[in-house]
Nanobody, 115 residues
Framework: QVQLVESGGGLVQPGGSLRLSCAAS????????MGWYRQAPGKQRELVAR???????NYADSVKGRFTISRDNAKNTVYLQMNSLKPEDTAVYYC?????????WGQGTQVTVSS
């Protein structure tokens, strides 16, 4: 059974940091591109960051220089380090794994940036 389990969300003050983790099971992790989308209330889901099996990364312009995506193939886990968080980063963050036309989603984790 394919499963993605996110963790690490929560409440943080503006300027603070959080690290999200997404543990995968049931897939050959090293074959999959991994990444994170987010969805804020009343807004469309947007791609935050993505990392290919070979480690190539891309980011939304709004998070460049603040967020870093990485993967540990030995642990079947992808991470999103989020620094200098802003209130507009508040959203539910969803992990995904994709290969070809096949995409698997996690259940989402809430990130709230507020003083």
């Amino acid at each position: 059974q394919v499963q993605l389990v996110e963790s690490g969300g929560g409440l943080v003050q503006p300027g603070g940091s959080l690290r999200l983790s997404c543990a995968a099971s049931g897939i050959i992790f090293s074959n999959y591109a991994m990444g994170w989308y987010r969805q804020a209330p009343g807004k469309q889901r947007e791609l935050v960051a993505r990392i290919t099996p070979g480690g190539i990364t891309n980011y939304a312009d709004s998070v460049k220089g603040r967020f870093t995506i990485s993967r540990d193939n030995a642990k079947n886990t992808v991470y999103l380090q989020m620094n200098s968080l802003k209130p507009e980063d508040t959203a539910v963050y969803y992990c995904f794994a994709s290969v070809g036309l096949n995409t698997v989603w996690g259940q989402g984790t809430q990130v709230t940036v507020s003083s």
